[in-house]
């Protein structure tokens, strides 16, 4: 049986660049889970990853790049926002639009939420349909 995940930036971004964290993280993805995001993902991880390296200078360019290629081989299905807009709308007083997407594409695929965003796992009036895999807060 497949079920569907919903990865997050701050999933990806941990994942992509290695870290012990994204480690983690990554073992709690099943071989067959089904690895879903809304497609602004990409921008969110690549600024992400622009900004590690280039402005607070923690990762190389070398891990950088390497980040950048593992983004761009990942196998994961996406979802253009336009049909999320609606779903994240009722999120508009208790998320960020961009996390917002991500859970309301949880709800449409009834699946799970893999996330390094401890604010967003706490965040007040989440609806409980909405279940998340994540580590515990370091």
């Known amino acids: 049986m497949t079920s569907a995940v919903v990865v997050d930036a701050s999933a990806g971004v941990e994942i992509l660049t290695g870290t012990e964290r994204g480690r983690r993280l990554a073992e709690l993805i099943d071989p067959h889970m089904e690895l879903w995001v809304p497609e602004h993902f990409y921008a969110e991880v690549f600024g992400a990853i ?28 996406q979802v253009g ?19 917002a997407l991500y859970v309301a594409l949880t709800q449409r695929l009834k699946g799970q939420l893999l996330t390094d965003d401890h604010r967003l796992i706490n965040s007040p009036h989440m609806p409980r349909e909405v279940r998340f895999l994540h580590l515990d807060k370091d």
């Open 50 to 77: 622009r900004h590690l390296h280039v402005v607070g200078r923690h990762i190389d360019r070398h891990r950088a790049e390497l980040a950048i290629e593992r983004l761009l081989r990942w196998h994961i299905r």
């Open 81 to 99: 926002l336009a049909s999320l807009i609606t779903g994240a709308w009722v999120y508009r007083f208790n998320l960020t639009g961009a996390d």
